[in-house]
């Protein structure tokens, strides 16, 4: 190899070169090639340039002219910055600028675009987003004024909202441009204070006052959270150098809220979808029925037409009776039975004597005309009781019945001037079509963060509106005040609702919203920190509001059309089984996109409207529907070139990429949907055989003259959702093109999401052992983040030593896992090595451990309170109690400011915050120094509770925003692995330690190698991890070639290549290696197979579960031991322990175990009436005579006396225990 590589291949085999190293050395520089990267970097180069390392050292041409595409941006990258920023600089992995590119095999650098663009939490982000941009103004706009019942003169009208930037509570926005401060509050000092992060929502809003108007600009009516990197959060757009010294750190994926200072997610919810027709049979009740839920911005209802004993009916909740259809649409309009007959039925014959039936409903009941039909329907509906003075007096029938129809059956479709038609054609269609699958990906709505906090929004602002209205009211019915009163004042009181609500929803996840009748629970979660991974998986996961406990198949099984949107192997085992679920890689949810122009371009395409057809075109030949988000808006004769026109349209960009609009023939519709949460993802387009993305393209993506967005903007890429999907021909490889493709994929392993991503070789493992990699991925200890140690958590594990895989996939790159990775690399043997390796049980080398392998470091957070209370008085810290001079035992960590000392070792007991409440602390009046005396305090100190001991390894001292001060104490626990920790390979192959064997005993192979890990064969028959071999031959390799090797699903590195590696380098090709015993020092008598896998420390570790006792507190009910580990418990001897007992017939250790050991009780009994007694004495015979003494369960005692209270009587009856004895 020539010389001008070598520094190069150096930095490759040297891991240490990493993030870490903050200067750039000129010469990696310039070897690295073009692209500017500092040569940490370039490990992530792959067999490629080692193979392309002639070409390029050629002349020097080569990297000069590289140097000169990428321009100055490359020289500024590397000029003296931090490799902070390098970190996250695209790079195209194992590429130099000036290889040749080979689409088949490059077209994956799409998807590294893709999600530098969107990144994985870019559907929460754009949809809160959308929310505070848009839908925030549009909810005001809907009920901007309010008017007084009073005065009819005086009026609020709001004119605009918009959010401020994020501020601590007591820095208000001033509309005064002079006195504008910018706060400094970020989201690392909201996690540290307990603050929640959020920002003024303000108003400009103009009033009358006595005879003039007022405008008031820029006033505050509340406080919404803000989620983290979205357009308003301090975090957005900044560089990572800038994050660095927000003490954030630049790999955090943002996407959640910081309310109280906990870390809140708002999951993403499954729905139904809004807005469309769907038909579902019931077979056990015997229904058909098609139903849809309408949703707009002033109610939301649900429709059902359904079919009993032949006849067609309309039930609706406005409606007290099912209403016959017939009536309903002569109430719409139709006067004459032929056209109504024609719209429903069309021209075919069979469905016109299906539907004729109907006819005798109307006729039964005597109506013919629209008018009688409006009154029948009027006389219906259920009259909802309006308070007096509202609305005016009662309406007739006929108006009710009208504005039914108008605004509150199928209230999506909008009516305009009293034409129903568009309803009608909704309420008269017949679809021919079958029934409708609930489960099928394109019936389903995802709602984010952002719709769900509009609906909050609404709500609390409605409210809002509300209760000024009854304070204005209130006011001005008094005569003497109108003059002078200012609203202003009223508009600032209140707004505190707004933000307790919107803080109180997220913080406890209820969402409880009056107005929508809307009640969900457990919407939002705390973010989880165990790993950066669990935080990832976290952040993509769907949650369905099913409920868990039904054992029914359907929602749980995996659906053809959740490929490529959603994770196959990403679910839960247990109740929540495949209905938690993740997004894919490269998934986007929708958010709302304007209906107008999408209208506009339809009619511009030729549709007729379908307010000017009849029975006869609406089922005429070739017709076919055009639905806009569910209600019917045109007719086409030209399904397939309407389709096309507007696809190319949607290409040029001249409707939003996101619009989707797939063919039904079935209901011989054409339906085209902008609404938000559906779910979709880009794919390539293919035309004439040939993909469209070229070598140009991809070339130019790479020196970075092109981005994704480009991509779709020249109408190369696009979106689709399922159910457009389901119209296309898409071709996984290039090489399966035909002559129906029209769309090829990006890459096929994105079809996993970003926790499975993680396996390597996943294609060659058995299903569920992928399944349970995900849940095992996400309790790895590891790096959590880059500002983990600027955080107090309530619990945080890290590993010690970290180590990226030898292993890598495509997804680890992309989701930055090599840069905070959860385990350590480590040699395994796959032999038997005494018993303790039963069962998944592994042998660790206590070399290893002393060295450092899997070793973590627990931190626990421990905070209080130093309240003020209302009478004047408050808590406050004193210093330790001393003896003779000395601190007292339990005193001895304390300073003199009465907290404990950073670094000293705190043991069970010992005081760490020692805190004193006043003595009069809740009572009221002026006590305390006011009344003279001083003032009393009750000691309530913090000790350490857990058994082992600690050290203390932060105090912080602060203050909340209520003004209370604030202390924090951070222990740390540094732990070594032991026997009964829980390991686990990335291959769902989990195990307990079962012995730490001493270095000197372990084999060792002939190259000198003592495995870290020896593991029992028997673990791999019965469960086909395959993959788990590959990546050991891989990673050998890897190893002696000095690069990664790659496991990416449906790809990676091949086998044949990596045993090439192996037999070049001198060893076996399958692997296996030569060794010897360390005990008897013979040589083991078969090859065993040796190699580095990827282990990952899970967070079960034996000290935290350790737990024995022997006499300890009883629970006060039942005087029995109490349970759990945390109240020091008993542990219970339950009802097959007890059954296995009395089959042993050890009736004496039943009788010590359950009553002597447990909750032996004496009690005195009455001999003649059998009930019990006290102090020798029976209350029911009033004697003492007869009355004696036995033993029983202190449960049983309670459980005669429970009967008693609910009139069952049970009697004791005795007999003697040594009756002979008696008679001498």
């Not at 709001?158 to 926005?173: K, N, T």
């Not at 919203?513 to 991974?533: C, P, Q």
């Not at 905070?820 to 042998?843: F, K, N, R, W």
Request: glycine letters at 8%; one cysteine or more.
């Amino acid at each position: 190899m020539p010389p001008k590589k070598r520094p190069q291949v150096a930095a490759q085999q040297n891991p240490s070169a990493d993030s870490l190293n903050s200067t750039s050395d000129p010469s990696a520089q310039s070897s690295t090639g073009a692209s500017g990267m500092p040569a940490g970097n370039s490990k992530r180069k792959r067999t490629g340039d080692i193979k392309a390392a002639p070409a390029e050292s050629q002349g020097k041409e080569g990297g000069a002219d590289a140097r000169r595409k990428s321009g100055p941006a490359g020289e500024r990258k590397g000029r003296g910055h931090d490799d902070f920023e390098d970190l996250l600089q695209p790079f195209y992995y194992n590429k130099s600028l000036t290889d040749p590119i080979n689409t088949e095999k490059d077209k994956w650098n799409l998807l590294p675009a893709f999600l530098k663009v969107k990144g994985l939490v870019k559907q929460h982000i754009d949809s809160y987003n959308y929310f505070v941009e848009v839908q925030l103004k549009k909810i005001v706009q809907a009920s901007a004024e309010i008017r007084s019942d009073v005065d009819p003169n005086f009026y609020i009208r709001f004119h605009d909202i918009y959010l401020g930037s994020p501020r601590r509570a007591d820095e208000e926005q001033s509309e005064d441009a002079r006195f504008k401060i910018e706060s400094t509050v970020t989201p690392n000092e909201c996690r540290l204070r307990d603050m929640t992060y959020a920002a003024p929502i303000l108003v400009d809003f103009e009033y009358v006052r006595g005879r003039q108007r007022v405008k008031r600009n820029g006033t505050a009516i509340g406080r919404m959270p803000v989620m983290l990197r979205s357009s308003k959060c301090v975090l957005s757009k900044k560089s990572p150098r800038e994050m660095y010294l927000l003490h954030e750190c630049p790999l955090d994926p943002g996407g959640y809220f910081i309310v109280n200072g906990t870390e809140k997610v708002i999951l993403v919810q499954e729905q139904l979808s809004k807005n469309r027709v769907i038909v579902e049979t019931d077979p056990k009740k015997e229904i058909v029925q098609a139903s849809v839920t309408s949703s707009s911005n002033e109610r939301k209802s649900k429709s059902y037409v359904i079919l009993k004993k032949d006849r067609i009916y309309l039930r609706h909740n406005v409606l007290s009776d099912d209403i016959p259809v017939v009536i309903l649409l002569k109430a719409m309009g139709i006067q004459s039975d032929k056209e109504m007959l024609l719209l429903v039925a069309g021209v075919d014959s069979v469905y016109q004597e299906d539907f004729a039936i109907n006819f005798e409903e109307s006729i039964k009941l005597g109506i013919y005309t629209q008018q009688q039909a409006l009154e029948y329907l009027g006389s219906h509906i259920k009259i909802t009781r309006k308070p007096n003075g509202f609305g005016g007096g009662r309406r007739n029938y006929i108006q009710e019945a009208v504005e039914a129809i108008a605004s509150v059956i199928i209230s999506h479709v909008q009516v305009e001037n009293m034409n129903f038609r568009p309803k009608l054609f909704l309420m008269a269609k017949h679809d021919s079509s079958l029934v409708d699958d609930r489960d099928y990906v394109g019936n389903k709505r995802l709602e984010l963060a952002g719709q769900l906090l509009a609906l909050l929004f609404e709500d609390l602002f409605k409210k809002f509106c509300f209760d000024i209205k009854m304070n204005i009211d209130k006011v001005l019915k008094k005569p003497v005040r109108t003059e002078a009163f200012d609203a202003f004042s009223v508009v600032a009181i209140h707004g505190n609702h707004i933000t307790q609500g919107m803080n109180r929803a997220i913080s406890t996840g209820n969402w409880s919203l009056k107005r929508f009748r809307m009640e969900r629970a457990g919407v939002t979660h705390v973010l989880s920190r165990l790993s950066y991974i669990s935080a990832l998986g976290m952040m993509t996961r769907i949650s369905s509001q099913f409920e868990k406990t039904r054992k029914v198949s359907g929602p749980r099984a995996l659906q053809p059309s959740q490929f490529g949107m959603l994770c196959p192997s990403d679910t839960p085992e247990g109740e929540a089984c495949g209905l938690v679920k993740n997004l894919a890689l490269m998934t986007h949810i929708t958010t709302n996109d304007e209906e107008e122009p999408v209208r506009k371009l339809v009619f511009a395409l030729g549709a007729e409207d379908v307010q000017a057809v009849g029975g006869r075109e609406f089922y005429g030949q070739g017709a076919y529907i055009i639905f806009l988000n569910g209600s019917p808006i045109a007719l086409t004769r030209r399904p397939k070139h309407f389709l096309n026109s507007f696809r190319r349209l949607r290409r040029m960009g001249r409707v939003s990429e996101f619009v989707s609009v797939y063919i039904n023939h079935h209901q011989s519709a054409v339906h085209i949907a902008t609404d938000d949460g559906r779910i979709c993802r880009p794919l390539i387009i293919v035309e004439n055989q040939k993909s469209k993305v070229t070598d140009l393209h991809l070339g130019m993506l790479r020196n970075g003259t092109m981005e994704f967005d480009d991509f779709l903007a020249q109408g190369l890429v696009e979106y689709l959702d399922v159910n457009e999907e389901n119209d296309s021909y898409i071709a996984v490889y290039e090489n399966e093109i035909n002559e129906n493709t029209t769309h090829l994929e990006i890459e096929p392993f994105t079809i996993l999401g970003a926790v499975a991503g993680l396996i390597p070789y996943p294609h060659h493992n058995q299903s569920p052992r992928n399944t349970y990699q995900c849940a095992m991925g996400k309790q790895a200890i590891g790096a959590i983040a880059n500002n983990q140690f600027l955080r107090i958590d309530s619990l945080l594990y890290t590993m010690v030593y970290p180590q990226k895989p030898m292993v890598k996939t495509r997804t680890i790159e992309l989701v930055k896992y090599d840069k905070l990775p959860a385990g350590q690399s480590a040699t395994v043997a796959v032999m038997s090595y005494s018993g303790y390796d039963i069962e998944d049980a592994l042998v660790l080398n206590k070399g290893s451990v002393d060295r450092g392998f899997g070793r973590c470091q627990v931190f626990r957070k421990y905070s209080a309170n130093l309240k003020s209370y209302s009478n004047g008085t408050k808590d406050r810290l004193l210093g330790p109690d001393r003896q003779d001079g000395v601190p007292i035992r339990k005193h001895a960590l304390l300073d003199n400011d009465g907290l404990a000392a950073v670094g000293e070792k705190v043991s069970s007991g010992e005081v760490y915050i020692n805190k004193a409440t006043p003595e009069n602390a809740l009572s009221s009046g002026i006590t305390g120094s006011d009344a003279g005396g001083p003032i009393a305090y009750i000691p309530s100190p913090q000790t350490y509770k857990l058994p082992d001991p600690s050290y203390i390894d932060k105090v912080m001292i602060s203050t909340t925003e209520g003004e209370n001060q604030l202390l924090k104490v951070q222990t740390r626990q540094t732990r070594r692995p032991e026997v009964g920790d829980k390991f686990s390979s990335r291959h769902g192959q989990k195990g307990v330690v079962g012995i730490i064997a001493e270095q000197a005993d372990m084999p060792f192979t002939d190259q000198g190698i003592v495995p870290d890990i020896i593991m029992n064969p028997h673990g791999f028959p019965s469960r086909m991890t395959v993959g788990k071999m590959l990546e050991l031959v891989a990673g050998k390799a890897g190893i002696l070639s000095g690069q990664f090797g790659y496991g990416t699903a449906f790809g990676g590195s091949p086998v044949e290549e990596m045993s090439a590696i192996l037999i070049s380098k001198g060893f076996n090709y399958g692997g296996k290696d030569y060794l010897t015993s360390g005990i008897t020092g013979e040589a083991l008598p078969a090859y065993v197979f040796t190699g580095p896998i990827y282990y990952q420390k899970l967070k079960h570790m034996v000290q935290d579960k350790m737990h024995s006792r022997a006499r300890g507190p009883r629970a006060i009910l039942t005087r029995q031991p109490t349970e759990g580990r945390s109240r020091d418990g008993g542990l219970r001897l339950g009802e097959m322990e007890r059954d296995c007992l009395i089959a042993y017939g050890t009736s004496q250790l039943l009788l010590e175990r359950l009553m002597i050991s447990s909750d032996r009780h004496e009690v005195d009994v009455c001999e003649n009436c059998g009930f019990m007694g006290y102090l020798g004495w029976c209350q029911r015979c009033k004697t003492s005579r007869g009355v004696v003494k036995m033993v029983i369960p202190y449960a049983a005692k309670l459980l005669v006396q429970e009967l008693f209270s609910m009139n069952v009587v049970a009697r004791l009856k005795l007999a003697d225990e040594f009756p002979e004895e008696r008679g001498m």
